[in-house]
């Protein structure tokens, strides 16, 4: 699929996944991806770290929207992309103020009520954070909204929240803010979540599992899988490959024929245990695949992010199906 | 390697943090694995929904109670998976007047919620669990598996969560009502709880009063159990043990305990470092002249192999280097990265078997 075409057709794309995988560096990626093909793109945090400001050169974000990639600056056809911060206890002030109980606001933080608001209703503060960007989505403040979701545990409690929320507050305007964000969530022309991995077995099995959950309970649409921090396949390596050649004809020193048969059996191990997870995921998991390479620096900054963009749309190019109205879900 | 088999063996509890996908269950397991090798009676407790600890001990699901798990050891080895409401109803039952007083708190839809899935309770009910545990003298060694949330370390706090519950607003709003009948007597406090209404719906207000005023009379005992739990945490004979990977985001994760377990007078008495890579005898240069050297060569691959390997086990071990200076006095000890997930006790055992204590430079 053309990848402008693919981030044109959602307006928001949730990027989840279980720590360690890499996601926030999958949602910068997504984000600088889009920007690429001329979208104008905001990039949410939410979990109150900025993850991803230094992958931009920027400093860490605040509450209000920073442009971190400004299509003036680009001579190709770049969009804008902004990032911005949204935590649940400023969703909660802006959401209460938005909703006439502006002056109810100082008056339960100062007396501790915020906390009740927030025991009484599981979830609400994910419910907040998705009910602000909800609201940005209704402004059109960009082409494309992308949202690096929290890590914490299992994907789906974020996802879930509008549901808990819905569930206890069964009135009131709480509960209505929880039907119209389920509203977004099931409707594939506005929002799609893509879930981030690695090519290792138990972040593959929680995967699977998430997957389900998510098409199953929220009837959310799900787009392609990322496989991040993938090694290149090398040719011709087997465990015992360098013993096979006499040290003296290359002029190699035991200590690095040693070097290299550590290495060729590590790569060989490493990339067949990719390999065989990959097959897996791809036998129990009927979502196109998209595959990031490793990537062999300490830290991603601009041009590994970059880099890891044009890869990211040369991938939905080649690997994803063309018509996304036929999205069949994952249900076999 | 004596001062973690003295650890294991002298310790009445052991717990491991750390962040999620690091390891964390197959380190707390494998110490309980150790400590059953070394002829004591052993339980790990997990936290962790996921199943990962009866994963890695080949068991079919783990419940609320201690479940013998068999293996070649003179000692005891035994997992338990924390239920957290069926935990807190216990706690109720124990604190309540009578058994129709217990119902009352716990078929309200306010404490389904809150026992459920509020994330300081589960840390709550898991010290709860820690302290039944050892109290029941049946266990030398309890480790516990921490759950991987992201402000971890509330565990610490966690019986505290439950003293803010019960000097929450609300609670002192209604119970300082003696008349039994529910009447808010402070206009102003009226006037909040009804806005509160608006927001959340009055079905909420109403649940939450109701159980803070059938919640009346328990207080007491709870408050009593979270100081005692409290000094359970912190006695000599409790060990922190943090766990990581050399991940560039772990790493943050791992500083962000040590100022945790430093803010409560605490500090981790070993840093497990899981799925370390391995070292390659020469250096990035040598690596670099090799494959100029084999282009085109049978051994091509390898030579490229071998300079990916450098240059992500530098990383590892610039990484590994920062963790151990998190906590200068705690034992390092690191874990090679394995083929495979674990999956039963023979392969427990053999992880256990791979902590080392990484090489000097």
Redesign the interface.
């Known amino acids: 699929m053309d990848p402008k075409h693919f981030f044109s057709s959602s307006n928001v794309l949730i990027v989840a996944g ?5 996601k ?1 560096t999958v949602a910068a990626t997504i984000a600088t991806a889009a920007s690429q093909t001329g979208l104008s793109v905001l990039l949410v945090e939410v ?1 109150g770290r900025s ?1 991803t400001a230094p992958m931009f050169g920027a400093q860490a974000q605040g509450y209000d929207e920073a442009v971190v990639i400004d299509e003036a600056d680009h001579d190709d056809q770049r969009g804008r992309v902004s990032l911005r911060s949204i935590t649940p206890d400023d969703a909660l002030t802006e959401w ?1 103020n938005s ?1 006439g ?1 502006g002056r ?1 606001v100082t ?2 933080s100062s ?3 915020l ?3 927030a ?5 609400i503060r994910d419910l907040l954070v998705l009910g602000r960007i909800k609201a940005l989505e209704q402004e059109g403040v960009a082409d494309l909204i992308v949202v690096d979701a ?5 994907a789906v409690g974020f996802l879930r929240s509008p549901v ?1 929320v819905r569930d ?8 209505r803010q929880a039907n119209e964000i389920l509203e977004l969530m099931g409707d594939p022309k506005r929002c799609q979540v893509v879930l981030v991995t690695i090519a ?4 593959i099995n ?1 995967l699977i599992e998430t997957s389900f959950a998510i098409e199953d309970e929220l009837g959310v649409r799900l787009g392609p899988v990322v496989v991040n921090a993938l ?1 290149d396949e ?4 087997s465990p015992t ?2 013993s ?2 006499p040290p003296a004809a ?3 020193e035991p ?2 024929l ?7 059996t ?4 490493r990339q067949q ?1 990719q390999a065989s997870q990959l097959t897996r995921l791809e036998a129990q998991l009927p979502l196109d695949q998209l595959h990031l390479p490793m990537v ?1 620096s ?2 991603i900054g601009t041009t590994e992010r970059e880099l890891l963009a044009q890869h990211l749309n040369q991938q939905i190019t080649e690997r994803v199906a063309n018509d996304p109205e036929d999205h069949q879900g994952t249900t076999p | 390697m004596t001062r973690w088999f003295d650890l294991i063996a002298d310790r009445k509890v052991i717990v491991c943090c750390g962040t999620g996908g690091v390891g964390k269950t197959t380190t707390a397991a494998s110490i309980a694995v150790t400590a059953a090798q070394a002829g004591r009676n052993a339980v790990v407790m997990t936290i962790d929904p996921a199943k990962r600890l009866a994963d890695a001990l080949g068991v079919n699901g783990l419940g609320n109670t201690p479940q013998i798990v068999d293996g070649p050891w003179p000692g005891t080895l035994a997992a338990v998976m924390l239920d957290t409401g069926e935990t807190f109803d216990d706690v109720v039952r124990r604190n309540a007047r009578d058994a129709a007083h217990a119902e009352r708190v716990i078929n309200n839809r306010f404490y389904r919620n809150v026992a459920g899935t509020l994330s300081g309770t589960q840390d709550y009910m898991a010290v709860e669990k820690l302290a039944e545990l050892t109290e029941s003298n049946q266990w030398d060694l309890v480790v516990v598996d921490t759950p991987p949330t992201r402000d971890a370390l509330t565990f610490l706090d966690a019986p505290r969560v439950l003293s803010r519950l019960l000097d929450n607003p609300i609670y002192k709003l209604v119970t300082s009502n003696r008349g039994g009948v529910f009447q808010i007597a402070n206009r102003a406090a009226q006037t909040i709880v009804s806005q509160l209404g608006r927001v959340v719906g009055a079905s909420v207000v109403d649940d939450a009063v109701t159980f803070f005023q059938s919640f009346e009379g328990m207080e007491q005992g709870f408050r009593d159990r979270a100081l005692a739990t409290s000094a359970l945490l912190t006695q000599d004979a409790t060990s922190f043990v943090l766990v990581a990977s050399p991940r560039a985001d772990t790493l943050d994760e791992a500083r962000y305990f040590c100022e945790q377990l430093t803010s409560n007078d605490l500090s981790p008495d070993a840093i497990v470092i899981n799925r370390t890579l391995p070292r390659p005898g020469v250096d990035a240069t040598r690596a670099a002249t090799l494959q100029h050297q084999l282009n085109q060569t049978s051994l091509e691959s390898a030579s490229i192999a071998l300079s990916d390997l450098i240059r992500l086990s530098t990383d590892d071990r610039q990484r590994v280097q920062e963790l151990a200076a998190l906590a200068p006095e705690a034992l390092l000890l690191t874990v090679p990265l394995l083929a495979s997930d674990i999956h039963d006790v023979p392969g427990l055992i053999d992880f256990a078997s791979r902590v080392c204590e990484p090489a000097a430079d």
């Open positions: 279980k720590g360690g995988v890499g926030s979990s993850a209460l909703h109980f109810l008056r339960l007396v501790g009520i906390d009740v608001i025991t009484a209703t599981p979830g929290p890590a914490a545990g299992h808990g206890a507050a069964r009135s009131g305007v709480l509960n290792e077995e138990t972040p929680e090694l090398l040719d011709g390596l490959s360098p096979d050649l290359d002029g190699l200590a690095d040693d070097a290299l048969r550590l290495a060729a590590f790569r060989h191990e245990l062999f300490p830290v």
